[in-house]
């Protein structure tokens, strides 16, 4: 049982549920503790693993499982996942759920995804998202709460860094297709997008670009822990409409790096994104962006 948790990414205690719960469980016990999965066994609990990532409860799961066809595996089950585990195994700690009681069904089902470290149904489920809702409400209602509820989960057990990275990674790579390539930006002069000197935390600048790209804004992305002499050189070399500056951390909201911005001869507007900027001090003119559709609104008014 250990070994079909760990495959499917959920607890041993999660398939003793679904046996319980539902009749999915294994179809040939032996005596003891041992209880062996057989190839159709699991290829119905993958069924329910899959419609679980599509964002269906346990219940629609395992109606769904129960119902649908199945047939074994081309490959013979690995002799682990016959009866070489006792049903008390450890789970992986990634087999404990993420609370997510109160986001919807995307967000479950990219939690449940990102538990399993099944990057390929993280990017899907996010491209479907994105192109059901878009950017915006995918990062507000899907990707925040997720990532939201991994930091919780890690604060808790001091668990699910690699889902943590493993769900930024596949955010990147999902936002990064759709974002167009603007050929003629509607503004003469770019936005340049930058995180603040030694912050690394750049990934909130990809959604902003996506959709900034949507609306016909051209942007140049800088990247993370962009030096101060490095930011003042692009602001002279690119004449920029706007600026972004970036800072998940408190400690990396220098106002010192916005004051000291080359001054051009036409206005630069200046605005400080990020959670890092929320207690500091954002001097005159720069102006502080909050949620990602109003930086969105902000920037395009500012440059359009």
């Given amino acids: 049982m250990a070994a079909v948790a760990r495959r499917l990414g959920v607890a041993p205690a999660t398939l003793r549920t679904w046996d319980r719960r539902y009749g999915l469980g294994p179809s040939d016990h032996t005596t003891g503790r041992h209880r062996k999965y057989a190839p159709l066994d699991v290829a119905r ?138 050929a003629a930006p509607r503004n003469h002069r770019p936005v340049l997008l930058a995180c603040m000197p030694d912050e690394r935390h750049n990934l909130p600048l990809y959604p902003l670009a996506a959709v900034l790209a949507q609306r016909g804004v051209g942007v140049r992305q800088l990247g993370a822990a962009l030096p101060a002499d490095a930011l003042a050189s692009a602001v002279r070399r690119t004449a920029p409409a706007a600026v972004v500056l970036w800072a998940q951390l408190p400690r990396y909201a220098d106002p010192g790096v916005v004051t000291a911005l080359p001054r051009t001869r036409q206005q630069v507007r200046v605005f400080a994104g990020g959670p890092g900027w929320e207690r500091g001090v954002v001097p005159q003119p720069a102006e502080r962006i909050n949620d990602l559709a109003a930086a969105a609104d902000a920037v395009e008014r500012a440059v359009c």
């Fill in 45 to 182: 609990l993958e069924l329910m693993q899959r419609a679980l990532l599509r964002g269906a409860s346990s219940a629609e799961a395992a109606k769904y499982a129960l119902a649908s066809p199945v047939r074994a595996p081309l490959t013979a089950v690995p002799p682990s996942l016959t009866g070489g585990e006792l049903d008390g195994g450890s789970a992986p700690a990634g087999g404990r759920g993420l609370k997510l009681q109160e986001a919807n069904r995307r967000a479950r089902g990219v939690g449940r995804a990102a538990l399993a470290m099944d990057s390929a149904a993280v990017q899907a489920l996010l491209a479907d998202a994105i192109e059901a809702d878009g950017v915006i409400t995918t990062w507000d209602e899907v990707v925040r709460p997720v990532m939201a509820a991994i930091a919780a989960r890690w604060e808790h057990s001091g668990a699910g860094v690699e889902v943590s990275h493993l769900v930024e990674e596949c955010v990147l790579a999902a936002v990064v297709r759709a974002t167009p390539v603007v």
